[in-house]
């Protein structure tokens, strides 16, 4: 089993910046070969997939609307995985959660249905 914690969420100002954290705890499962993804999901929307982290972190996923204001990174000695968000906008505001699975492949996982562990979700704010 493999448990995650997010923090950082809060609520900003459109055009400001948070940056969340996710970190992972649990045995069986070391955290440098988990993939990693951030989700959100407004009120009333799906669960969509923000960014994503393969365990070669080379590999990159991020959804067209976050491109170029967001940015996701891991640090595998600290067990956690980063998003850093800038330029944020009132349609940013979601719960955001963190999801990790284990996968043997090296391309980044997108699909929400592929990961096995989630966080309980932190909410991001975004006023305008």
């Known amino acids: 089993q493999v448990q995650l914690v997010e923090s950082g969420g809060g609520l900003v100002q459109a055009g400001g910046s948070l940056r969340l954290s996710c970190t992972a705890s649990g045995s069986g499962r070391t955290f440098s070969v988990l993939h990693m993804g951030w989700f959100r999901q407004a009120p009333g929307k799906e669960r969509d997939v923000v960014a994503a982290?393969?365990?070669?972190?080379?590999?990159?996923y991020y959804t067209d609307s976050v491109k170029g204001r967001f940015t996701i990174s891991r640090d595998n000695a600290k067990n956690t995985v980063y998003l850093q968000m800038n330029s944020l906008r009132p349609e940013d505001t979601a719960v955001y959660y963190c999801a990790a699975a284990a996968l043997l492949r090296r391309e980044v996982v997108m699909n929400s249905y592929e990961y096995p562990y989630w966080g309980q979700g932190t909410q991001v704010t975004v006023s305008s």
């Open positions: 982290i393969s365990w070669v972190v080379e590999n990159l």
